[in-house]
């Protein structure tokens, strides 16, 4: 018997979305809960289970098509067997059976062909490639689509660095070889709206940015003095977010400004902290929001980033996750980034930019010494906010981190 595949509801605010990657082609085998297709939102991409187990029998929207919540996207006959391909060849049951077994996981070698996902199977075709030729890192050795995507931009790395070599002396210019190619992708719906929401900022908001640098060495020491004892109580890694999170919530406190939004002709303060922290997902940069961060400990906030993290790279954020916040973090420095002046996230006045840490030649006590330092950023919504509150937040960052005594003492 079919069961329908509906679109989900994914939001209070979202009516429509658009299909992503189906997972699963028409004809293959589901199993109850499995992932059939992404779709996306104007906030994230969600992945779609089927809800019952069988075959993918039709699929009635393609990829880049849009649904409204609850349209049926596809329809899985419950309890059928995917059809064996015309010409596969059968399975000898009295072999043994790790002869017939797949790799349990790891990374297989190019040259052995792979089991190959659907996704990954549309960018092969896509860019005219045999599957054998990338190694895939999927368990029981299935080639993902981000191994294709790798294999992709490194050969591009290749032939860009090869484009570079010098020619020799007295060559002439010499004509391009071979076919060249443009390739025309639409953008994602949450490329868009980050899109739209970056110009929106730039056209309403009078933004400026400020900087600061900080010293690291002190919250450097506590961290490896404490790593393995708080991993090992807590389960989560003591990274260095956790100690901006709190130091921003210590200087919002000071500096309210940075915690309220403009409503028409009115400004409206706030009295709890809702940080967004800005993480890398698939498709582009979101922002899940810590909800009343100022309640939550610094082992409580590692859990919760670390958490955003892995499934904002599984597509798993939901978009109540990625509503309001009244501050956002961005950290640039996991990507090396020196210096970068972050736009703020509408209706948001504030945004804080943390960049790479290196160590640098810094005065201390009147002698040049060498410190971990790391370059802030603010920018803030110069409506709302006037410099000299900027300036003051960003020095209440640094002292708070520079003397991270201060976050549990609250002084």
Known sequence: MPVDLKVPSVGESITEVFIGTWLKKSGEAVAKDEPVVEIETDKATLEVPAPVAGVLSEVLKAEGDGAEVGEIIARIEEGAAAAVPAGAPAVDSSAPAAASAAPTGGESEAGAVPIVMPAAQRLLEEHGLAAEAVPA????????????????????????????????????????????HEETVPMSPLRRRIAERLVEAQRTAALLTTFNEVDMSAVMALRKAYRDDFEKRYGVRLGFMSFFVKAAIDALKLIPQLNAEIRGTDVVYKDYYDIGVAVSAKKGLVVPVVRDAEQLSFAELERVIADFGRRAGDSKLTPEELQGGTFTISNGGVFGSMMSTPIVNPPQSGVLGMHAIQERPVAVDGQV?????????????HRIVDGREAVTFLKRIKEAVETPARMLLEV
């Open 369 to 381: 010494a060498i410190r971990p330092m790391m370059y802030l950023a603010l920018s803030y919504d």
């Open 137 to 180: 890192s999927g368990p029981g050795g299935r080639l993902l689509k981000e191994d294709v995507q790798r294999f992709v931009a490194e050969r591009e790395r290749q032939a860009a660095e090869r484009g570079r070599l010098p020619e020799p002396a007295g060559a002439g210019v010499a004509a391009a070889t071979g076919p060249r």
